[in-house]
């Protein structure tokens, strides 16, 4: 089953407006994280911005911000005031507890690219 | 910032041949892992590391295999390099924040074998 869910492929916004990047997740485990992670066409992988399932409030890191709704499993990414620049693949990422107690997976979903217009 | 590196950056070389994508990481941390990406696809772990002289496969079966000698260095060898290689590998580490123990990443390696 997948436990990652980015439903949405490609998404444009007008430079200077707000987006909102989808990310839905399927966990049974009472304990985990959320990441979000940018990929410009040069092809790093550029950490973003990270929401623990017990925070009590919503991560911010400057203009990116997560709206997480646990009852809907969801951690929704929104950009405020777009820029060029952010032009990008973005991917949801879910980290798990292992049971080995050693090593924390990371399950990303299928990203969603998104165009910011002028 | 993190700092971890990789090398090359670009690799087209033929069937057969063996190959060393270098990973090295100043940051100390203990953790490292290799991804396989496809263009445009999701990352899939295919090894990681918890420390020196321990290393694991990941959840996509590769026919890579890796060595964790030092704990800064997580080089990933092929030894015949074959067309069905050809993908994106990412290196990353973690392990400076325990609370969330973010993975960091290096700008890749785009392999293609021809």
């Known amino acids: 089953a997948q436990k990652i869910t980015q439903t949405q492929p490609g998404m444009f916004v007008q430079e200077k407006e707000a987006v909102t990047l989808d990310c839905t997740y399927d966990?049974?485990?009472?304990?985990?994280?959320l990441f979000w992670y940018k990929q410009p066409s040069s092809g790093e992988m550029i950490f973003l911005i990270y929401?623990?399932?017990?925070?009590?409030q919503n991560a911010t890191e400057g203009r990116y911000s997560l709206n997480f709704q646990k009852a809907r499993k969801s951690a929704n990414l929104v950009i405020s005031a777009s820029q060029l620049g952010d032009s990008a693949m973005y991917f949801c990422a879910m980290r798990e507890e292992s049971n080995s107690g050693g090593y924390n997976k990371l399950i990303f979903g299928a990203g969603t690219r998104l165009a910011v217009h002028p | 910032e993190a700092d971890i590196y990789q090398t090359p950056r670009y690799l087209v070389i033929g069937t057969g041949k063996k190959i060393t994508l270098e990973c090295s990481q100043t940051?100390?941390?203990?953790?490292m892992y290799w991804y396989q990406q496809d263009p445009g696809m999701e990352l899939h772990l295919i090894h990681y590391?918890?420390?020196?002289?321990?290393?694991e496969k990941g959840d996509l079966s590769s026919e890579s295999t890796v060595s964790r000698i030092r704990t800064e260095h997580f080089p990933l060898t092929l030894e015949s390099a074959r067309p069905s290689h050809t993908s994106q590998y990412l290196c990353a580490s973690s392990g400076r924040d325990f609370h969330t123990d973010t993975q960091y990443f290096g700008p890749g390696t785009r392999l293609t074998v021809l």
């Open positions: 966990t049974s485990d009472p304990s985990y994280g």
């Open positions: 590391s918890y420390g020196v002289n321990s290393t």
């Open positions: 940051m100390g941390h203990d953790k």
């Open positions: 929401q623990g399932s017990y925070d009590q």
